[in-house]
């Protein structure tokens, strides 16, 4: 699975972003496609996730009720978005795609997931 991340930019605090991630090649239902951010001397960390064939969602606590992770399964397509947006929110956003079917527990671990896109930045001004 080859990922395409886009949608980043520049917007001011309580603003919103849609970011997208295009998938080309094999996906199936099982398969958990995440949306992850890193800043700089921190590690990078799960943000939403959601498989292709719908059923859980995973949100960290910080983006709850912010952030919405949605699927275009006809586009191959991932959306992440970004609502009410904070300074603590600027990073480098990057999507993933597991290469199997991880029960929920797994999907907030960057282990779980072997395909990457590159990243977007999304940078929010107070």
């Known amino acids: 699975v080859q990922l395409q991340a886009s949608g980043g930019g520049l917007v001011q605090a309580g603003g919103s972003l849609r970011l997208s991630c295009a998938a080309s090649g094999r996906t199936f239902s099982g398969q958990v496609m995440g949306w992850f951010r890193q800043v700089p001397g921190k590690e990078r960390g799960i943000v939403a996730a959601q498989r292709w064939g719908g059923g859980s969602t995973y949100y960290t606590d910080s983006v709850r009720g912010r952030f919405t992770i949605s699927r275009d399964n006809a586009k191959k397509t991932v959306y992440l978005q970004m609502n009410s947006l904070n300074p603590d929110d600027t990073a480098v956003y990057y999507c993933?795609?597991?290469?199997?079917?991880?029960?929920?527990?797994?999907?907030?671990?960057?282990?779980?997931?072997?395909?990457w896109g590159q990243g977007t930045q999304v940078t929010v001004s107070s």
């Open positions: 993933a795609a597991t290469s199997n079917a991880p029960i929920f527990s797994e999907w907030t671990r960057s282990q779980a997931y072997n395909h």
